[in-house]
């Protein structure tokens, strides 16, 4: 292997643009210099420790002990709920713990700091290794050497061959089985897969079109959500967007400019499991469009993904003489099974909503989650006191202190998570790069080998020294098939 | 679970169970001739638990890759499937049965403990990214799996060749310096597959939850995962660790991904990766 240009004597020859040995440190003391030299001293050797593989291990080690402690840890942009509980139920723990970043340890300054050591050291470990590639994949004439004498080639074997076959016909035969082969049959080289080194650069190349990717997305990232109604108009209105959780504006660019209506929401739940979910929305084009799980509605590089349902009554309430007091379409946060709030008219009222409503017992239930008979059972009050209470199915009346609630229509209403992100193509093209690369290095590694046709005892042989990347043993089989096919009759 | 579904996976699960003793009897008491007889019977099992997978699929209309039990089911079936497609190309490997026996039928026991009920297809999981994400990532597991049964025999076979009378049972199997090449070329290949299924599951992401990378459990356990074996081929390539350190690091290595395929749901509730829609 060539000496890397970071190591030794020599070091920094091709760094610093000098390739003398360096100098001793004393008489360079004694001229005034020493404080230069001791300090390029230094670098060099801070620049060979943060290249050196044995760092790479180490700290692809600490980011794997990181991952787990945030595991461990309630992370409070991950779990927030967990996180408040905890930190309800123990303030001075979780304060120390906030302290050292380790309730936000993905983005934390020490995990920044070993995700940017690490991709340092990447980079350095490139940059020395970039020569070793080339050198690996150059071919040359010199490359011809005896096959019963050059070290490096643990597979060493002699395969008479049959009359009448040449060397060329061999030679042919070895580039039908994509080797490139240089000589004759005096003595060849021939290697398979030689530019397999270069997927390495490839492989690492690709966790920097993933970081670019990742932080192009991170300072161009819009995060919002939006609830809509079915028949409900939305331009992008920032105020539009729920207050919780909070708005994510873009560091660099602008918020999404969108312009569509929700013509239709249709929920589909089979035995208490829902199988589908289709939103049409029409944009400002008059264009349809199909939103469901897995099937967000994606405008240039915003996607509105569905998040959640909701049900939507339509209510009107009425005076005693039939005077209109309110009227709203009210999105109501009932199918996880938890009843929902809503004011109107002065009055307090609190919905929960039975998809398919059944009295069991003489109690209210559902028989499952499908939407066959959606009825809400509905309390109101006024000043914390209750003033009346019914089950209010669709098209139904809800009379309670002379007044009327009447429910006219039952839509449903989606919770859109609304993303921005400008980096994902860099990103993708980083996983694409990496899993080609990947599979290029580990699956066609480099073969070589090195051969003349011989006599032995009077025999025309095939004398050949052959090797293979990461394998001997497995590869002595490889090469055994081989070179008995090519050198059959 | 299915009628057929249920006599299926109990005669796979017996049969299986039946080949893991016999495989466990031929090692201790130095019986090599038991082995044949145990991979055609594991063979056999194979075929059961493909019924089994079959009279799922006819009853619920989609292949079971959700859900524990579901994934003990496939998961089994493609980590037998793959130590049975290395035995039938090389007659030396079959005995490495004798690592992912045990694995698998522990999973599928584990499985059945779970919920085995059949459930239509949830919303979420309708897409090609599905197939090829759970392809991929059985694969992998597939692949370490093999790694730690060749990890595991190489172990066995050397503290065998130590002793003044090698246990016969070990003639059957390569030499210890092939094994060691092979532990290797399983962590490859699972590497390459879990590579392919992280890069998928992050496109699948995007699109189903908005976000390719939300440092969910599972998420994380399989980075983690995948920084270890990535370790570990540096480790072999670069430093050139081989033989019993190898073998060890193939075994202990896949508790990273037994840790992501059933821990992290097991100890943490807040993971995406139940596929519930949220």
Redesign the interface.
């Known amino acids: 292997m060539p000496r890397s240009p970071f190591s030794g004597g020599l070091s920094g020859g091709l760094l610093f643009g000098f390739a003398q040995r360096d100098p001793p440190l004393a008489p360079l003391a004694q001229a005034g210099y020493y404080p230069k030299a001791v300090f390029v001293k230094m670098f060099k050797k801070i620049v060979k420790a943060l290249s050196s593989?044995k760092f790479?291990?180490v700290l692809?080690?600490l980011?794997?002990a990181t991952?787990?402690v945030?595991?461990w840890v309630p992370?409070a942009r991950?779990?927030k709920d967990?996180y408040l509980q905890w930190h309800r139920n123990s303030p001075r723990l979780v304060e120390a713990l906030d302290a050292f970043g380790l309730t936000t340890i993905?983005s934390s300054p020490l995990t920044l700091t070993l995700w940017g050591l690490f991709f340092l050291n990447l980079a350095l470990v490139l940059w020395q290794r970039v020569p070793v590639v080339r050198h690996r994949i150059a071919i040359s004439d010199a490359k011809i050497t005896d096959p019963e004498r050059t070290p490096g080639y643990p597979f060493q074997a002699c395969f008479p061959l049959p009359e009448g076959l040449g060397a060329e016909t061999l030679l042919a035969r070895l580039r039908k089985r994509r080797y490139r082969v240089l000589g004759n049959g005096t003595g060849f080289y021939g290697v398979q897969n030689r530019l397999a080194p270069v997927a390495f650069v490839l492989f690492h190349v690709s966790f920097y079109l993933v970081l670019l990717g990742g932080m192009i997305t991170v300072y161009t990232e819009f995060i919002g959500y939006v609830d809509l109604a079915q028949g409900e108009n939305f331009q992008g209105e920032l105020a539009r967007y729920n207050v919780k959780p909070a708005l994510q504006l873009p560091a660099i660019g602008s918020p999404p400019r969108v312009s569509f209506t929700v013509s239709s929401i249709e929920p589909?739940v089979?035995?208490n499991?829902?199988?589908?979910?289709a939103v049409k929305l029409l944009d400002g084009q008059g264009e349809s469009h199909e939103v469901?799980?897995?099937?967000?509605y994606k405008t240039g590089p915003t996607?509105f993904?569905f998040?959640?349902l909701g049900m939507a009554p339509h209510f009107v309430l009425k005076d005693p003489a039939g005077k209109e007091l309110d009227n709203a379409l009210v999105k109501l946060d009932v199918l996880r099974r938890a009843p929902d709030k809503f004011d109107m008219g002065g009055y307090n009222f609190t919905a929960t909503f039975y998809p398919d409503y059944v009295l069991e017992k003489g109690k209210n239930a559902t028989r499952s989650m499908e939407f066959n008979n959606p009825t809400f059972f509905i309390v109101a009050e006024r000043d914390g006191k209750k003033v009346g209470e019914a089950l209010v199915p669709k098209n139904a009346t809800f009379e309670f202190a002379g007044n009327r609630l009447e429910m006219p229509e039952l839509r449903y209403w989606v919770r859109f998570?609304v993303?921005s992100q400008r980096g994902?193509p860099i990103?993708?093209l980083g996983?694409?790069v990496?899993?080609l690369a990947?599979?290029w290095r580990?699956?066609f590694y480099k073969r070589e080998v090195l051969g003349a046709v011989r006599e032995r005892e009077g025999v025309p042989t095939l004398v050949v020294a052959c090797r293979s990347e990461?394998?001997?043993?497995?590869a002595e089989d490889e090469f055994n098939k081989l070179f008995t096919k090519i050198t059959a009759a | 679970m299915a009628f057929w579904e249920i006599v299926f996976f109990w005669a796979g699960l017996l049969i299986y169970s039946l080949a893991c003793g016999g495989f466990i009897y031929s090692f201790v008491f130095n019986n090599p001739r038991v082995m044949p007889k145990m991979t055609l019977l594991v063979a056999l099992g194979f075929l059961a638990v493909t019924s089994a997978i079959v009279a799922r699929f006819y009853a619920t209309g989609h292949l079971p890759w959700s859900g524990h039990y579901e994934y003990t089911l496939m998961g089994g079936w493609f980590i037998i499937g793959g130590t049975l497609f290395v035995g039938w190309q090389n007659k030396t490997l079959q005995g490495l049965a004798v690592g992912t026996l045990p694995l698998v039928v522990i999973m599928m026991g584990y499985g059945y403990m779970q919920d085995p009920g059949l459930t239509p297809m949830a919303a979420s999981l309708k897409t090609v990214w599905l197939y090829i994400h759970v392809y991929f990532a059985w694969l992998s597991f597939g692949g370490y799996s093999l790694a730690m049964a060749a990890g595991v025999v190489f172990l066995l076979r050397s503290k065998s060749d130590a002793l003044p009378v090698p246990n016969p049972a070990y003639d059957r199997f390569p030499s210890t310096g092939r094994l060691n090449e092979l532990i290797f070329r399983y962590v490859v290949f699972g590497f390459i597959t879990d590579t392919i299924m992280i890069c998928a599951g992050a496109i699948w992401a995007k699109d189903l939850w908005g976000s390719y990378w939300a440092w969910d459990p599972v998420e994380t356990w399989s980075l983690i995962c995948w920084l270890v074996y990535g370790l570990t081929i540096h480790l072999r390539v670069t430093f050139g660790w081989r033989d019993k350190r190898l073998a060890w690091l193939a075994v202990v290595a896949l508790s990273t991904v037994i840790i992501s395929f059933f821990g992290v749901n097991l100890v943490v509730n807040s993971s995406l990766h139940a596929f519930q829609v949220r």
């Open positions: 593989l790479t291990i692809i080690s980011l794997g991952f787990i945030g595991l992370q991950l779990v967990i993905y589909q089979v035995m499991t829902p199988t589908s979910i469901g799980i897995n099937r967000p996607s993904v998040k959640h998570y993303i994902l990103l993708y996983f694409a990496a899993c990947v599979i580990m699956i990461y394998y001997k043993n497995l």
